[in-house]
Nanobody, 126 residues
Framework: QVQLVESGGGLVQAGGSLRLSCAAS????????MGWYRETSGNRRELVAG???????NYDDSVKGRFIISRDDAKKTAYLKMNSLKPENTAVYYC????????????????????WGQGTQVTVSS
């Protein structure tokens, strides 16, 4: 019913920048929360940044001042601009969307929770 597709990952040198995009598709009326997580070497996913429908943002301390999360609700897309990248930022980055309101033929609308994209690899070389 809903798909999240990330793009923009790749290989970059330390100090460089990347911009990740997360495009949501489906019969979406609105998305409340969107965010970016990274998967660590221990297969644990950590929140990198989140943004609410009102534009309120939160960041992991390690990326504050370097990463910027934003969203374009008309395009149903979230972005993560990553600046001053460090080798320790290397990870698979996942987009998430929560409290997604979609059109529903039977009910008119219904709310879905906790969707994830497939992930995009970011590699920062020293």
């Amino acid at each position: 019913q809903v798909q999240l597709v990330e793009s923009g990952g790749g290989l970059v040198q330390a100090g460089g920048s990347l911009r990740l995009s997360c495009a949501a598709s489906g019969s979406i009326l609105s998305i409340n929360n969107m965010g970016w997580y990274r998967e660590t070497s221990g297969n644990r996913r950590e929140l990198v940044a989140g943004i609410t429908t009102g534009g309120r943002t939160n960041y992991d301390d390690s990326v504050k001042g370097r990463f910027i999360i934003s969203r374009d609700d008309a395009k149903k897309t979230a972005y993560l601009k990553m600046n001053s990248l460090k080798p320790e930022n290397t990870a698979v980055y996942y987009c998430t969307a929560d409290r997604i309101l979609i059109r529903d033929q039977a009910m008119g609308a219904k709310e879905l929770f906790d969707y994830w994209g497939q992930g995009t690899q970011v590699t920062v070389s020293s």
